[in-house]
């Protein structure tokens, strides 16, 4: 499916009613330019993958809130056997305190973005992880993109399973956590991160790289 136009020229996908949501069941799906609007309170899931919805794909994409009444709880869910999924310079601006995740998802062979931007503005009632599984993601790479979420105690990438694949690389993510900005945004068991900046205050940040931190007080 590809948009035309730029910017709000796009075309613009608005979700009105908190349990409806977009199917993708078939292999091979990818959206191209276009703006996803979650414009009802709490949406459960825009996006709802199946286990047939291999090499689905999002690029130049945004996906956004209303306001923090009319919002998603879940952007993107998939279920186990939803492999091989893209995102490429794509943004989601999260705008309530009732975002859950931009993804949330079971157990994935093939996780690649690139050049996103993951951004939940409202701090959230209850702290979930901005991409989540509750099984192991393999062959995974993230590079290029930038996570922040306006919460203490965030957590940004949360892997749930014990045998992930692959790396995190050149990534930025930003919280309100002023002690445990670095060591308790991520857990990604089996996934190498390096060369990432990670920063709790405007005033601190902390480069992560080959398993060892250096943190620098301005």
């Not at 689905?56 to 996906?63: I, K, M, R, S, T």
């Not at 989601?92 to 994935?108: E, I, K, P």
Request: charged fraction near 10%; aromatic fraction near 12%.
């Amino acid at each position: 499916v590809v948009g035309l136009g730029s910017g709000t020229l796009r075309p613009n996908l608005s979700w009105t009613a908190a349990a409806g949501t977009l199917s993708v069941s078939a292999a091979n799906c990818s959206f191209y330019n276009m703006v996803f609007t979650a414009n009802f309170a709490d949406v459960t899931t825009m996006f709802d993958l199946t286990g047939a919805a291999d090499y689905a794909a999002w690029e130049n994409c945004y996906f956004t809130d209303t306001s923090t009444i009319l919002n998603a709880i879940d952007v993107i869910t998939a279920a186990t056997g939803a492999d091989n999924l893209y995102w490429g310079n794509c943004k989601w601006n999260g705008a309530s305190a009732s975002n859950d995740s931009f993804f949330t998802g079971v157990a994935h062979d093939g996780f690649y973005m690139d050049n996103c931007d993951i951004v939940s503005t409202v701090a959230q009632t209850a702290v979930v992880g901005l991409m989540e599984t509750s099984g192991n993601v393999t062959r995974c790479w993230i590079k290029d993109c930038h996570f922040f979420s306006n919460v203490d105690g965030a957590l940004h990438l949360d892997f749930n399973g014990a045998a992930n694949t692959g790396a995190v690389s050149h990534c930025w993510f930003g919280s309100i956590d002023t002690i445990g900005a670095v060591t308790a945004g991520f857990d990604l068991t089996g996934i190498h991160v390096y060369e990432c900046y990670v920063a709790g205050d405007p005033d601190d940040y902390g480069l992560v790289g080959g398993g060892t931190l250096y943190n620098n007080a301005a």
